[in-house]
């Protein structure tokens, strides 16, 4: 069947009734704080720990027991919060979200219902749209249910407790590639600010998307919840996928295809969203205010120390790595994508003074070794080189001891190893030529029988210097320096 649905920008078109459809898409995020321990309870957060070892009477629903809120997981919702331009409440509370499953030992959920922590704010895309938010509250994970060999289910609860923020956006979003941008956004601002390593692999940053699409000029129709995303790319192909399947059940004319409210899963596998269930009321699940905790409140003073930990963040740093330092919007882009990597990139620039090199070297050679299993590192801090080596490579080179060729090789065998740039230049003898003598004596070898060569120099054109410069670089092992070699071959043609 040929796909009877186009795409032109924001606007998805039926070819058969001509009709325009328009998408209406908001995305909801859980990120899990970086705090030590859960929300309510003293049990340590940790990922991959032995089955229901990191628990407690509390964070197991035991009868008689009272949570106690965790004062750095506020501290670090607040920091979201002020990262992300959003209002902090004076006073929020916490309420109960009552339903029955398997991993919520107390058979309800602690999370903020109609006073949250935190309101409004947004984020503004590269593309230059602004995806504003909604809310972001406070709330405890649940456990896990792990349905084994199709017959029996097995419950780990190390995860019940731990403190997450779930942000929910306006309904701003209009393209799958708008959501992609805002997660990777979103993900950057809550890892610059140390308020979530966000790292979907370990389930620390989910999201589900509500998506609906109408006619343009027409009202909204009803919204589909899409859950089970786990990487930006999934979000992205979902939402590609649930939008023409909605659109082709309208185009159907068949009311009994039409969209109902729901939530449907993403089969990564099929490529295709499934029914899962029909989507609970707000009401369904009778929240009622916690009444074992009291309410949450942030004062000034509380507000400044979190905004004095505030760092630079990513879009401001692209902003001041392109306009102070010269670096091409690519550049800044990729030494900005991680925290790590644009500390590395900024200590680097200062210790060498030459921010554009440092960049050069950093994209070209830092990254792609993080990429590479040979060197066993997955983040820009556990390399062995430090930017004070990385400065000292760079030094060799623009001084003219090694060239840039040279270079390269000196830096995978830093990479590798960890030794300095001055230790690998001497043990593999890099250090370019500059005998006068010798550089004559290749040259000269390499001017034989290449008269015509000589003849178009002498005439003028310099370029066909380029064709006796190899030929001297092979014979010298790539040692001489190039530009004494050039040099040398014209002055030995025109005095020929
Ligand atoms: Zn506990």
Not at 191 to 217: F, I, Q
Not at 231 to 243: D, G, K, T
Not at 311 to 331: I, M, V
Not at 333 to 353: H, K, N, Q
């Given at each position: 069947?040929?796909?009877?649905?186009?795409?032109?920008?924001?606007?998805?078109?039926?070819?058969?009734?001509?009709?325009?459809?328009?998408?209406?898409?908001?995305?909801?995020?859980?990120?899990?704080?970086?705090?030590?321990?859960?929300?309510?309870?003293?049990?340590?957060?940790?990922?991959?720990?032995?089955?229901?070892?990191?628990?407690?009477?509390?964070?197991?629903?035991?009868?008689?027991?009272?949570?106690?809120?965790?004062?750095?997981?506020?501290?670090?919702?607040?920091?979201?919060?002020?990262?992300?331009?959003?209002?902090?409440?004076?006073?929020?509370?916490?309420?109960?979200?009552?339903?029955?499953?398997?991993?919520?030992?107390?058979?309800?959920?602690?999370?903020?219902?109609?006073?949250?922590?935190?309101?409004?704010?947004?984020?503004?895309?590269?593309?230059?749209?602004?995806?504003?938010?909604?809310?972001?509250?406070?709330?405890?994970?649940?456990?896990?249910?792990?349905?084994?060999?199709?017959?029996?289910?097995?419950?780990?609860?190390?995860?019940?407790?731990?403190?997450?923020?779930?942000?929910?956006?306006?309904?701003?979003?209009?393209?799958?590639?708008?959501?992609?941008?805002?997660?990777?956004?979103?993900?950057?601002?809550?890892?610059?600010?140390?308020?979530?390593?966000?790292?979907?692999?370990?389930?620390?940053?989910?999201?589900?998307?509500?998506?609906?699409?109408?006619?343009?000029?027409?009202?909204?129709?009803?919204?589909?919840?899409?859950?089970?995303?786990?990487?930006?790319?999934?979000?992205?192909?979902?939402?590609?996928?649930?939008?023409?399947?909605?659109?082709?059940?309208?185009?159907?004319?068949?009311?009994?295809?039409?969209?109902?409210?729901?939530?449907?899963?993403?089969?990564?596998?099929?490529?295709?969203?499934?029914?899962?269930?029909?989507?609970?009321?707000?009401?369904?699940?009778?929240?009622?205010?916690?009444?074992?905790?009291?309410?949450?409140?942030?004062?000034?003073?509380?507000?400044e120390r979190e905004r004095a930990l505030l760092?630079?963040?990513?879009?401001?740093?692209?902003?001041?790595?392109?306009?102070?330092?010269?670096?091409?919007?690519?550049?800044?882009?990729?030494?900005?994508?991680?925290?790590?990597?644009?500390?590395?990139?900024?200590?680097?620039?200062?210790?060498?003074?030459?921010?554009?090199?440092?960049?050069?070297w950093i994209a070209n050679e830092v990254l792609?070794?993080?990429?590479?299993?040979?060197?066993?590192?997955?983040?820009?801090?556990?390399?062995?080189?430090?930017?004070?080596?990385?400065?000292?490579?760079?030094?060799?080179?623009?001084?003219?001891?090694?060239?840039?060729?040279?270079?390269?090789?000196?830096?995978?065998?830093?990479?590798?190893?960890?030794?300095?740039?001055?230790?690998?230049?001497?043990?593999?003898?890099?250090?370019?030529?500059?005998?006068?003598?010798?550089?004559?004596?290749?040259?000269?070898?390499?001017?034989?029988?290449?008269?015509?060569?000589?003849?178009?120099?002498?005439?003028?054109?310099?370029?066909?210097?380029?064709?006796?410069?190899?030929?001297?670089?092979?014979?010298?092992?790539?040692?001489?320096?190039?530009?004494?070699?050039?040099?040398?071959?014209?002055?030995?043609?025109?005095?020929?």
């Open positions: 069947m040929t796909d009877p649905i186009e795409r032109e920008g924001d606007v998805w078109i039926a070819r058969a009734s001509g009709t325009r459809w328009r998408v209406v898409c908001g995305l909801e995020v859980h990120a899990q704080l970086r705090t030590v321990t859960k929300l309510f309870c003293g049990c340590p957060v940790e990922f991959g720990a032995p089955p229901n070892s990191r628990t407690c009477p509390v964070c197991t629903g035991q009868p008689g027991t009272l949570p106690v809120m965790n004062e750095e997981a506020l501290a670090l919702g607040v920091r979201a919060a002020l990262a992300v331009g959003a209002d902090v409440a004076p006073w929020s509370k916490f309420d109960r979200k009552n339903y029955f499953y398997c991993d919520i030992p107390k058979n309800y959920q602690i999370s903020q219902f109609d006073r949250p922590y935190c309101t409004g704010g947004g984020i503004d895309l590269p593309s230059g749209r602004r995806i504003r938010l909604h809310r972001i509250h406070l709330e405890e994970d649940a456990g896990k249910a792990i349905h084994d060999r199709g017959t029996t289910t097995l419950v780990d609860l190390n995860r019940a407790g731990t403190p997450l923020i779930e942000s929910v956006t306006e309904a701003d979003v209009t393209t799958p590639e708008e959501a992609f941008e805002y997660l990777t956004a979103l993900k950057e601002i809550l890892t610059y600010a140390g308020v979530s390593n966000a790292d979907m692999e370990k389930g620390e940053l989910r999201c589900d998307v509500n998506v609906s699409v109408h006619p343009e000029g027409e009202g909204w129709r009803t919204k589909v919840e899409v859950k089970n995303l786990n990487s930006f790319r999934n979000v992205a192909a979902a939402l590609e996928h649930e939008i023409v399947r909605q659109i082709a059940a309208y185009e159907s004319g068949d009311e009994a295809r039409f969209p109902v409210q729901e939530t449907r899963l993403w089969d990564a596998d099929k490529l295709v969203t499934r029914s899962m269930r029909s989507k609970e009321a707000a009401d369904d699940y009778r929240y009622f205010a916690e009444p074992d905790l009291p309410p949450v409140t942030v004062d000034e003073a509380f507000l760092p630079e963040l990513p879009a401001a740093r692209r902003a001041r790595y392109q306009r102070e330092l010269g670096l091409s919007e690519y550049d800044a882009g990729v030494l900005t994508a991680d925290r790590g990597v644009a500390d590395f990139f900024e200590a680097t620039a200062r210790l060498s003074g030459r921010p554009k090199d440092a960049a050069n792609r070794a993080l990429g590479d299993d040979e060197f066993a590192a997955t983040t820009v801090d556990e390399l062995p080189v430090r930017p004070h080596d990385l400065s000292e490579l760079i030094a060799l080179v623009t001084g003219g001891t090694i060239h840039t060729k040279a270079g390269r090789q000196v830096i995978r065998e830093m990479l590798a190893t960890g030794e300095p740039a001055g230790e690998v230049v001497a043990r593999l003898g890099l250090e370019q030529v500059e005998d006068e003598g010798q550089l004559e004596a290749w040259c000269r070898d390499a001017l034989v029988g290449k008269d015509a060569i000589a003849e178009d120099v002498r005439a003028g054109k310099d370029k066909a210097l380029g064709a006796l410069i190899g030929p001297v670089m092979q014979a010298s092992g790539g040692k001489a320096n190039p530009q004494k070699v050039r040099e040398i071959l014209k002055r030995l043609i025109l005095e020929g």
